[in-house]
C-alpha cells in the first residue's frame, strides 16, 4: 500500500514517535507486538466475533433517497450511528482491548472529548471486566454529560482536566502523564489515529473495517466496489481513516475529510488544522498543528467537542500534503444546518461532528450518476441538548 | 571543553536545580540564575515553557502556563541571557518539550545556545533515535551537549545504549513518574538505584524527580554524581516575600 506507515512509523514526514523515555518500554513493546497479535487466529475470530455479535456489524450502507434527490448524485450513508454504543469508536476500542488483555494489562487508561470515545472504551473494560479510567476536558465534562453519566454507570472513573482549554487536547495530556505514571499494568486506548507510532496505524487498521464492508455492500447495491467520492468529518481522524483505507490506492474515488472551522478559519475560534496549521510535534507524533511561532500550541474552538483537537492523525496530514485526499472548513452554523437538514430529510439524528460531513454537501455539484458514500461517524443523542437550544432559539417546532 | 565535562571531573555531590524562565514574573530568569551561583549551586536546569507538558506533574505545568502567561518565548529567553556569562561561570543548560525548539528551528536553536554560552539541552521528548538520525549533527556542530533521561523501567541494555549517546552527564530518573514526585525512596527504586549502580556506566549520572529535601538529596548523591531539585525549588519560588531571600532559605535547606 502506498500510504501505508514506514518501518520507522511515519508516513512521509509525519508521525514517528516522539516519546518521554518513560513511555519508551510500553510503545516498544506495541510496536513490536501489535501486527502479529491483530494477524493471530485467536485475535481475528474474537475481534470479528465482538463485531458481529456484539456492536452489530455490518453497519448497514444506506441509500438516502431524499438526500439523494435534494442534492443529486447516488448517496449512502454509511451508518456508523447504529454500533453498539452509538458511533465507530468502539470499533477502535474492541480491538484494542483485545490487544491489551494479549499484553497482560489490566488497566485501562483513555482520553475523551465528546464522550464517545470514552462510553466505547468503558463498554469494553464492563465486557472485559477491567478497570477504566477516562479523562476528559472539564469542558467537555459540562457539555457532554449524557456521555459522562453513560461513563459512570458502566463503571468507569471519570477525570475533568482542568488545564488548558479544558478540552481533548488537555485530555490527552491528562491520559499521558497518567500512562507515565502506571508504567507497568496499564494500556492507553487512544481514541484516534493520532499519538506516537504504532498508534495512528493500529487505529486505522482497527477502523478499516468501515470501507472494507463499504466494499462489497456497494457492489450489491451498485454492482461496483468503489465509489466517487466518500465523505468524512476529521477531528484527530479516525472515522474518516477507517472509511478512507481501502480506498488509498485507488485514485479515482475523491476522498473529503471535512475540519471544524468553529467561528471560521479567519478567526482565532477554529480547529480547522489543515487550513490554519503548520507541521510540529504535538502528543508524540509529528503531524500538523495549530500553533503560533514559538511552537506553542494553540486553543482550539468548535461546536463540536470530537472535533474540537489542535492536531490531526499523521496519515491525514501525508494524504493533504500529497493531494490524495482534500480536506474542507466546515463552520459550527453549517453543521447545525446540516443536523437539522439531514433529520428532517432522512430521520436520521447526527452527532454533531458527523454534520460537518454532511454540511459539505451543500458545496458539492454532482453528476446524476455520482456514487457518494459519507460516513455517518455517529449519532445525535449526546448533542440533543445543542440541537433544543437551537429550536428554541429559531422557535422551530 | 564544555562546561559540564568540567563540572564533573572535579566535583561530585552536584546540586543541579531547575525552574521554568518567566516564572515567577517574566523578567526574573537572569535574577534567579545569579542567586543560585551566589548560593554555590553547581548547575542549572533553564526550564522553557511549552503549552502541552506531558511528563510534568501540576508544579511544573502551572510554573509553565504562567510563564507563557507572562509573555515568555524561546527567543525572549535567548534575549534575557545573553549577557549571562559575564557573571555566570557554572553548566547552564535548556530543559523544555522538542516543538519551541523545532519551531525556533534546531540548527539556530543550537548556534544561539553556543552563542549565549549555555552548555546543553533536555528534550524529554526527543527520543535517541530520533536524535541520532535528524539532530545529533547539529548538536555536534556547535558543541551543546544533549542529555538523556532513564528511567526505573528502562532496561540494562537501553541505560548502556543511552549512556553512549547521552553528553556529559545521564539524567536518571528516580521514579515512575511525572515530576514533582512523592518524595522519599521506595523499595523498587533503592533495587533500581543499586542495578544502575553495577552497570559500570561511563557517564556521570545525576538523579531527579523526587528529590526535594537534604535527605532525598544525599540519598541520591550516595547512588550518582548528584541530583536535581526541581518542582520543590518552583514551589519555593512562588512563596510571598522577598524572592531572592527565598532562594537563598531554600537552598540553604538542601546543603
Not at chain 1, 499519538?195 to 455492500?217: C, F, N, T
Not at chain 1, 433529520?343 to 457518494?372: C, W, Y
Not at chain 2, 514574573?25 to 534567579?32: C, M
Not at chain 2, 540548527?107 to 536524535?131: N, Q, R, S, T
Request: net charge negative; glycine share 8%; with cysteine.
Amino acid at each position: 500500500m502506498k500510504y501505508e506507515v514506514d518501518k520507522k512509523g511515519f508516513y512521509g514526514e509525519f508521525g514517528g514517535a516522539y516519546i518521554p523515555e518513560a513511555m519508551y518500554p510500553n510503545i516498544e513493546e506495541l510496536k513490536n507486538r501489535y501486527l502479529d497479535i491483530m494477524s493471530g487466529s485467536s485475535f481475528q475470530k474474537e475481534f470479528q466475533d465482538l463485531l458481529r455479535d456484539y456492536v452489530g456489524r455490518p453497519s448497514p450502507l444506506y441509500y438516502a433517497r431524499r438526500l439523494s434527490e435534494h442534492y443529486g448524485g447516488r448517496i449512502y450513508l454509511k451508518r456508523e450511528d447504529l454500533n453498539h454504543t452509538g458511533s465507530h469508536k468502539v470499533n477502535n476500542t474492541i480491538g484494542q482491548i483485545l490487544i491489551a488483555k494479549r499484553l497482560r494489562k489490566t488497566r485501562i487508561i483513555a482520553e475523551t472529548g465528546a464522550g464517545q470515545h470514552g462510553v466505547a472504551t468503558a463498554t469494553v473494560c464492563a465486557l472485559m471486566g477491567l478497570k477504566c479510567v477516562v479523562y476528559m476536558g472539564a469542558v467537555d465534562v459540562a457539555r457532554q454529560a449524557p456521555n459522562v453519566l453513560r461513563m459512570k454507570m458502566l463503571g468507569a472513573e471519570v477525570i475533568p482536566v482542568e488545564s488548558g482549554n479544558k478540552t481533548l487536547k488537555d485530555a490527552t495530556n491528562g491520559a499521558l502523564r497518567d500512562w507515565i505514571n502506571n508504567p507497568l499494568d496499564t494500556h492507553y486506548i487512544i481514541g484516534s489515529v493520532v499519538g506516537p507510532h504504532p498508534y495512528p496505524d493500529m487505529v486505522a487498521r482497527l477502523q478499516s473495517v468501515i470501507s472494507e464492508e463499504i466494499k462489497w455492500q456497494l457492489m450489491e447495491h451498485e454492482g461496483r466496489e468503489n465509489p466517487d467520492y466518500v465523505l468524512a468529518c476529521v477531528g484527530g481522524g479516525s472515522n474518516a481513516a477507517g472509511v478512507f483505507y481501502h480506498f488509498l490506492d485507488n485514485p479515482e474515488v475523491k476522498l473529503i475529510g471535512t475540519e471544524a472551522a468553529g467561528l471560521g478559519v479567519d478567526t482565532h475560534e477554529t480547529a480547522a488544522t489543515l487550513a490554519t496549521g503548520s507541521p510540529g510535534v504535538l502528543h508524540s507524533c509529528r503531524t500538523m498543528l495549530m500553533q503560533n511561532e514559538d511552537g506553542q500550541i494553540t486553543e482550539p474552538y468548535s461546536i463540536s467537542a470530537g472535533l474540537d483537537y489542535p492536531g490531526i492523525g499523521p496519515l491525514h496530514s501525508q494524504l493533504f500534503k500529497s493531494g490524495r485526499a482534500k480536506y474542507e472548513s466546515i463552520t459550527d452554523q453549517e453543521a447545525l444546518d446540516a443536523a437539522f437538514k439531514l433529520t428532517r430529510l432522512e430521520g436520521i439524528i447526527p452527532a454533531l461532528e458527523s454534520a460537518h460531513a454532511f454540511a459539505l454537501l451543500e458545496k458539492m455539484k454532482f453528476q446524476e450518476n455520482d456514487v457518494v458514500v459519507i460516513n455517518v461517524s455517529g449519532r445525535g443523542d449526546k448533542d440533543m441538548q445543542t440541537y433544543i437550544d437551537v429550536m428554541q432559539k429559531n422557535k422551530m417546532d | 571543553m564544555n562546561r559540564i565535562d568540567t563540572l564533573f571531573k572535579k566535583n561530585k555531590d552536584i546540586l543541579s536545580i531547575y525552574f521554568t524562565a518567566g516564572h515567577p514574573t517574566l523578567n526574573s530568569t537572569a535574577e534567579i540564575i545569579r542567586t543560585l551561583v551566589e548560593e554555590g549551586v553547581d548547575m542549572i536546569e533553564i526550564g522553557v515553557p511549552f503549552s502541552d507538558p506531558v511528563a510534568d506533574g501540576p508544579v511544573i505545568q502551572q510554573s509553565t502556563y504562567k510563564s507563557l502567561e507572562n509573555g515568555m518565548s524561546v527567543k525572549l529567553l535567548f534575549e534575557q541571557l545573553k549577557d549571562i556569562r559575564k557573571t555566570v561561570d557554572i553548566p547552564l543548560l535548556l530543559m523544555g518539550y522538542l516543538n519551541p525548539a523545532l519551531q525556533y528551528g534546531i540548527e539556530e536553536f543550537c548556534a544561539k545556545c553556543a552563542e549565549v554560552g549555555i552548555d546543553g539541552a533536555i528534550l524529554p521528548d526527543l527520543p535517541l533515535e530520533i536524535y541520532q538520525e535528524e539532530y545529533e549533527a547539529a548538536f555536534n556542530r556547535h558543541g551543546i551537549h544533549n542529555i538523556f533521561l532513564a528511567t526505573p523501567q528502562t532496561s540494562d541494555e537501553r541505560y548502556i545504549q543511552l549512556d553512549k549517546h547521552s553528553g556529559g552527564f545521564l539524567y536518571m530518573v528516580a521514579a515512575s513518574s511525572i515530576t514533582g514526585a512523592k518524595t522519599g525512596f521506595q523499595d523498587y527504586q533503592q533495587k533500581y538505584f543499586e542495578r544502575i549502580k553495577n552497570l559500570d556506566l561511563k557517564l556521570p549520572r545525576v538523579i531527579g524527580f523526587g528529590i526535594s529535601t537534604r535527605e532525598t538529596f544525599e540519598h541520591a548523591c550516595r547512588y550518582a554524581n548528584g541530583a536535581i531539585i526541581g518542582s520543590a525549588f518552583v514551589s519555593a519560588l512562588e512563596k510571598d516575600g522577598d524572592m531572592k531571600k527565598n532562594i537563598r532559605e531554600f537552598v540553604r535547606t538542601i546543603r
